[in-house]
């Protein structure tokens, strides 16, 4: 069994010596995974929330029937043929709602890896998370506060599961069931405590190394090396603006010209929609003074 850091040396996505070369945003609440940086011109604005409607049955994804996967389990790839999922880790953020937009516009759908509390508080965002869901998107957890599993104890990696829940549950009414842990960090330990608080894993097959300062045409490049069916879970992040708004969309664009259906994680896996996905536990409705991180 790898132990953490022999996990980030074989995945080879947390440098911590990372500086990335554009001009950065540097916000209160650090991550090693950007070297506490965001690259980007200027800080960004705090949305300002509203109080609109709760969340609806999402439209974008029809129910459909499916063989679920069991909780504690760790899955790395696609399995139903011509099937990519892509996926954003780390928002919701300042350019989010346009990442959507753009694939909205594409027609594809993909998953966004919430946190709670990182880049900003997740109930400043709540009109982009019911955006997205409402559009088919899936939702699932990256944790509160994108702390590495492998170093918490149960009660730890507990405590950070559920405050994001309590957050899904007010904004869409939900619980997810799929979680892709912080620097893709997982052992024996955090998949039987994962699996015991009725979360499948999953990290990926396919790193566009946007964490890593690599530029958007490097990225590009990679995805044009692969196979006609790779059946990739590609690693990206909404929280970065050069993802959220030439990367991103072009990976969806390029899914098509290839001829691969771009889907939600539980999709590409043959899972029940929305059953793989969620617990539809309900409870959401417009901001209280509860909404706060």
């Not at 049955?57 to 129910?63: A, K």
């Not at 029937?65 to 069991?70: K, N, T, V």
């Not at 098509?256 to 043959?270: D, F, I, N, Y």
Request: proline content about 8%.
């Amino acid at each position: 069994m790898l132990d953490s850091d022999e996990i980030t040396s074989a995945l080879g996505y947390k440098d911590l010596g990372f500086r990335p070369r554009e001009s950065r945003f540097c916000p209160s609440v650090v991550n090693a995974w950007y070297s506490q940086c965001i690259p980007g011109s200027n800080p960004p604005t705090t949305p300002t929330s509203t109080t609109s409607s709760p969340p609806t049955t999402p439209t974008g994804n029809p129910t459909q029937p499916g063989s679920d996967r069991p909780y504690g389990t760790l899955v790395t790839g696609c399995s139903v043929p011509n099937t990519i999922a892509i996926t954003f880790d780390d928002g919701p953020y300042t350019w989010t709602s346009q990442l959507i937009d753009s694939l909205n516009a594409a027609n594809v759908t993909a998953t966004f890896f919430v946190v709670g509390q990182v880049y900003g508080c997740i109930y400043d965002y709540a009109d982009v998370l019911k955006k997205a869901y409402n559009s088919g998107h899936q939702i699932a957890s990256h944790t509160w506060s994108h702390k590495d599993l492998t170093g918490q104890s149960a009660s730890g990696i507990q405590t950070e599961i559920s405050r994001l829940e309590e957050a899904l549950k007010k904004i869409l009414g939900i619980r997810p069931k799929w979680l892709r842990p912080p620097y893709g960090g997982q052992n024996s330990n955090v998949l039987s405590t994962l699996g015991g608080l009725k979360y499948k894993v999953v990290t990926w097959n396919f790193d566009t190394e946007d964490w890593n300062g690599l530029s958007v045409s490097s990225s590009q490049s990679k995805f044009n090396s692969v196979g006609s069916d790779p059946k990739i879970i590609p690693l990206a992040h909404d929280a970065l603006q050069s993802t959220a708004t030439q990367l991103g969309p072009w990976i969806a664009q390029w899914a098509k010209q290839k001829g691969l259906r771009a889907v939600t994680l539980s999709e590409c896996l043959g899972e029940s929609i929305p059953g793989g996905q969620y617990d539809l536990v309900g409870g959401a409705g417009p901001r209280d003074s509860t909404w706060r991180c």
